[in-house]
């Protein structure tokens, strides 16, 4: 996982993964597997990209300046840094 801003608060984290968690439920999502989904904790919107700059994009043509958790679908987390030595 990944977090779009610094203002971000446990509290934002766990609201976030509320909504990922409920959205998962209703939704099939065993096409989007690898791609990213960018949770807003404050409405519960998800918008669905490549990357991170995708859905950062979008919200930029919407006029939406909200911080977002990035997931990658289908995996527990958004970036792993480093390799196996």
Not at 28 to 35: F, G, N
Not at 40 to 51: C, H, M
């Amino acid at each position: 996982m990944q977090i779009s801003s610094e203002r971000w608060t446990p509290e934002d984290t766990r609201r976030a993964e509320h909504f990922w968690e409920a959205y998962q439920r209703e939704h099939d999502l065993s096409a989007l597997l690898d791609r990213t989904a960018g949770i807003d904790p404050g409405t519960g919107r998800i918008w669905i990209g490549d990357a991170a700059e995708d859905i950062l994009d979008q919200q930029e043509r919407e006029g939406v300046d909200a911080p977002l958790l990035f997931i990658r679908i289908g995996r527990d987390y958004y970036f792993r840094k480093g390799g196996r030595q």
